[in-house]
Nanobody
Framework: QVDLVESGGGLVQAGGSLRLSCAAS????????MGWFRQPRGKERDFVAV????????DYADSVKGRFTISRDNAKNTVYLQMNSLKPEDTAVYYC??????????????????WGQGTQVTVSS
């Protein structure tokens, strides 16, 4: 069992920054893939960013490239999503997800078995 707890969401003005955290517990995370997804109200949940726990390979959705950075702290079993230059269209509930895998980057929510409860990010114009 993997437990994921997100934090760091809130209300920010356009152009501002937030850092989301995802604290993971329950397993050894050296062979996990960690992803961030987001779901705007009334819309589907979409991929945002992914990182491999072992070597730190990353990838991003085109809509956030150059503005968001995913990273991990192995000692704290925590994954971060640094969000800069936020736009109103970034408003959504952000979810952390985990997949047990040694390698590879995964972009579909169906690829992930474990999910956090989500944290709301609201960007005002």
């Amino acid at each position: 069992q993997v437990d994921l707890v997100e934090s760091g969401g809130g209300l920010v003005q356009a152009g501002g920054s937030l850092r989301l955290s995802c604290a993971a517990s329950g397993r050894t995370f050296s062979r996990h893939i960690m992803g961030w997804f987001r779901q705007p109200r009334g819309k589907e949940r979409d991929f945002v960013a992914v990182i491999t726990w072992s070597v730190g390979s990353t990838d991003y959705a085109d809509s956030v490239k150059g503005r968001f950075t995913i990273s991990r702290d192995n000692a704290k079993n925590t994954v971060y999503l640094q969000m800069n230059s936020l736009k109103p269209e970034d408003t959504a509930v952000y979810y952390c997800a985990a997949r047990i895998s040694y390698s590879g980057l995964y972009y579909s929510e169906a690829d992930y078995a474990y999910w956090g409860q989500g944290t709301q990010v609201t960007v005002s114009s």
